[in-house]
């Protein structure tokens, strides 16, 4: 691995992007206009206030998710990634690289999406906006490393699409955004422990309200850094040079 | 024992005794063959030879089940092979959605290669008109070349081309097929499958290939008299008829201990390819 090729990597990501202005605006806009939604149906209700913060978990979270598996799996079908394999570039490289680019993305993403919802629907925040930031970000990140980690097991566009349901959804319904956590079956509960998206909910929701200090919320970030390093070495591991 | 050592220093590429399997299909079944250095090897068949299948063994990017392939030396796949070898598929596999030049500035970057190669490989290939296009709105044989270039880049010593001019018209064709000379005389070795017979005459040796098996591994001429035919297409059918391939090989002579089956295969003028780099 050589940071050469990871920077050449992340560079050559969103020079492609830089071509494809329609896919720029559907990133940095839809989550925003979904957190606009459902501001908007709540509106006369207090609802909001209470499920707003897990919406900035939830909408980048999908959507860096989908972008970031079907953009990779379409480099392992295009015979691109093949190429890059038999040159000299490390896994690492390729799957930092992605990593780079789309965590940069997310920035930007998330950015709008937090202002939106903060300073357009009116979503009350009590502790930090840096660190509701932060945490939003690190959210984004984890869909896009857990993207990474699913384009590994697919083998077409429509496999990596049905990942979605079994990988996304079950945290999602888990998560405490229908119910508190603490209240779900014993069993449910203590598999909403292992989910990672729980955690980006716990602490967006703990900023939101200023219920807890700075290090409970950092300590939930450490998880879910956590869970973003893992997915990505696994990732890479998953990369083959020879193939069948 | 001179022979021997000659024969193995000569080659760019000696495979022996390779086993692949795809699925349940034995797709290689036992191959044994050399590309000599600084020759343009042709690697023809119909389609579901194996052709691909041995292309990507010589890669490296292939799992096989059993046997030995070296490649200028190494075992195929070796780290230090990565920036030595180039291989083009078939289907062009360049980002569509960049440009002629992002395309290759990036596989430059990757393979470590001069700033100045991507120039150099943009002239050789004629893409100097469509540098700044998007791959994606290219004709397909544009695309071709641009895979081409991207294999170009860092003067690799061995070349391994799968079926680079399908779908091109024939001025083209010829274009290309001077370029591979030019390569060859430069001391690149090029292996270049094809199923279109009449690229045969273009190549130095043949390798004809049928149902993962070698029918032939011998010169063009070599081919022709054996067969007692004039065109290759007519020698692939004589070869099937027969039953008994025409293996007069390098890496026949080099496993035989090197007594003298291999008259008719043209002595390589020995060229240290870091010269021509």
Known sequence: MTLTRTFATAGRVLAQIRHDPRTIGLLVVVPSLLIGLVAWIFTDTDVFSGIGPAMIALFPFIVMFLVTSIATLRERRSGTLERLLSMPLGKGDFILGYALAFGLLAVVQTAVAVSFAVWVCGLEISGSIWLLFAVAVADALLGTALGLLASAFARTEFQVVQFMPVLVFPQILLGGIFIPRDQLPAVLEAISEWLPLSYAIDALQAVAADSESTAWVVGKLLVIGAWIVGSIVVGSVTLRRRTP | ?277
């Open chain 2, 1 to 277: 024992m001179m022979n021997n050592a000659d024969a193995s220093g000569g080659a760019a590429v000696v495979v022996r005794g390779l086993h692949v399997r795809r699925g349940r299909n034995e797709v290689l079944d036992g191959l044994s063959l050399a590309v000599p250095r600084g020759r343009i090897v042709g690697l023809l068949g119909p389609s579901g030879s194996g052709k691909t299948t041995l292309m990507r063994a010589i890669v490296g990017v292939q799992v096989i089940r059993s046997g030995e392939i070296e490649v200028l030396g190494l075992p195929a796949g070796s780290t230090a092979l990565r920036t030595r070898v180039a291989y083009v598929t078939q289907q062009p596999s360049v980002y569509d959605d960049l440009t002629v030049r992002q395309n290759l500035r990036y596989f430059r970057r990757v393979l470590g290669a001069p700033a100045s190669d991507v120039e150099r490989v943009i002239g050789r290939t004629e893409l100097g008109p469509v540098a700044e296009r998007l791959v994606g709105t290219l004709s397909g044989g544009q695309r071709g070349r641009v895979s081409l270039a991207a294999a170009l880049l860092g003067s690799p010593e061995l070349l391994v081309l799968d079926e680079p001019t399908v779908g091109l018209d024939p001025v083209l064709r010829v274009e290309l097929w001077a370029l591979f000379r030019a390569l060859a005389d430069d001391g690149v070795t090029l292996l270049v499958s094809s199923h279109v017979m009449d690229e045969a005459k273009r190549c130095d040796r043949l390798l004809l290939m049928r149902d993962g098996e070698l029918l032939a591994d011998d010169t063009v001429d070599g081919v022709l008299e054996v067969t007692g035919t004039d065109d290759v297409e007519a020698a692939f059918l004589r070869l099937i008829e027969r039953g008994e391939p025409d293996l007069r090989s390098p890496a026949e002579a080099a496993d035989a201990g090197g007594h003298g089956r291999h008259a008719a295969s043209p002595a390589p003028a020995e060229r240290a390819p870091e010269e021509s780099r």
